[in-house]
């Protein structure tokens, strides 16, 4: 078959480094499979599961179950990430080598940080020996308390308890000083305010191992945008003001911010339909994340194309180790063919994902993939996953 690329892009299959599947135990909201359909409907062609499961991915058979499932579903390529901790609590750290033996791509206790510094001082000088990242959720739940968005002018006129961009950035600064110290492989999840930024710029310039992503809400939307009303945009760590968001577009353009990552966190309507103090924190990003990036943020000339691909594949491929990124010539590829002119609404019956907690349900948008191919079998054209 002949495919007229005419006016289209082909670029490696797009990583994505932060994605939550919720299999085992919450498969109402996700699984692995509707999963790792939604992915490759969004362009992914790898995607990287969080621990936090229930029970969240805590030894090797868990390990193993996500990736025999991965395999069953046969659409992404899906690569568990394993707690630090035992359970997700606690200092008991989980046995890093036997887990990474059985597939783990990296570490985390995404949605519970490491509230003790010890335990993550220890973290890294275990991955210091595995070679594997860490990757460090950015909160210190002291000062994130029980606040429900970022805490500045927009909370205070809604009357919602606010979050202080401190939260993430003193645990980011903590965790920056434990991975010099150690020497220690530090990824910093969904980074979203300036000052954290500020901190990983001057931590790189002194040579420090770690590297950082930022999801696209963060770098589309602002607090002022929330409405008490609709928790769609509820999401955790908290949308910043704009500064900030301007301040995450220049990190990304300036290779500060190495990564972007959807932290797709699918949720079901009827939790989501509670009130905003009540429903729970995320967006479901893995359908509209590309198309949103080139539609805000790429077509108004603020990030290159190449920059996006540099971000949302090649540097996933080299921090975590992974085939993609780098095509080798003989090798089955993971690739995307994308038009910048396809147009959709965002239906909920198309959706692939079982959530339907994105801000775009309903909006048109512009720029899709429509030919993703897994290890050279085509498995999405025209928007279908096949
Ligand atoms: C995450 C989830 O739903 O698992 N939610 C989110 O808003 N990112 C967990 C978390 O980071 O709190
Ligand atoms: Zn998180
Ligand atoms: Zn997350």
Known sequence: EIINGTGKFVFPGLIDVHTH????????KEDILSGSRAAVRGGFTTILAMANT???????????????QGERAGYAHVLPIGTVTKGMQGSELVEMADMKAGGAAAFSDDGKNIQ???????????????????ISHCEDKNLAGDGLM?????????????????????????????AEETGGKLHLAH?????????????????????????????????????????????????????DR?????GLRDGTIDMI??????????????????????????????????????KPGKLSLDRVIEAWSVSPADR?????????????????????????????????????????LGKTMQGFPVMVWVEGRLVQRDRTVL
């Open 150 to 178: 970022r805490r500045g002018v927009s909370s205070a006129r809604m009357g919602l308890r606010g979050i202080p961009a401190s939260a993430e950035s003193v645990i980011v600064a903590r965790d920056l000083l434990l």
């Open 54 to 68: 229930q029970p969240p991915i805590d030894n090797r058979a868990l390990v193993e179950f996500v990736c025999r």
């Open 320 to 360: 975590f180790g992974l085939a993609g990124g780098t095509l080798k010539p003989g090798t089955p590829a993971d690739i995307v063919l994308f038009d910048p002119d396809f147009s959709e609404v965002i239906d909920p019956a198309k959706l692939a994902s079982k959530a339907r907690n994105t801000p775009f």
């Open 21 to 28: 599947l919720r299999e085992p135990g919450q498969e109402d």
């Open 261 to 298: 990552a959807t932290d797709h966190a699918p949720h079901t309507q009827a939790e989501k339909a509670r009130p905003f103090a009540e429903a729970p924190f995320g967006i479901a990003g893995l359908e509209t994340a590309l198309s949103a990036v080139w539609q805000y943020l790429v």
């Open 191 to 243: 980074i979203s305010s300036a000052e954290s930024v500020e901190l990983i710029r001057r931590a790189k310039a002194r040579g420090i191992d770690v590297t950082a992503e930022v999801n696209p809400h963060h770098l589309i939307f602002c607090d002022e945008e929330i409405k008490i009303t609709d928790t769609v945009l509820k999401v955790n760590p908290p949308l910043g003001s704009q500064a």
């Open 116 to 134: 003790n510094a010890e335990v993550m001082r220890l973290a890294l000088e275990y991955a210091k020996l595995t070679g594997f990242p860490i």
């Open 246 to 250: 301007e301040a995450l577009i220049e």
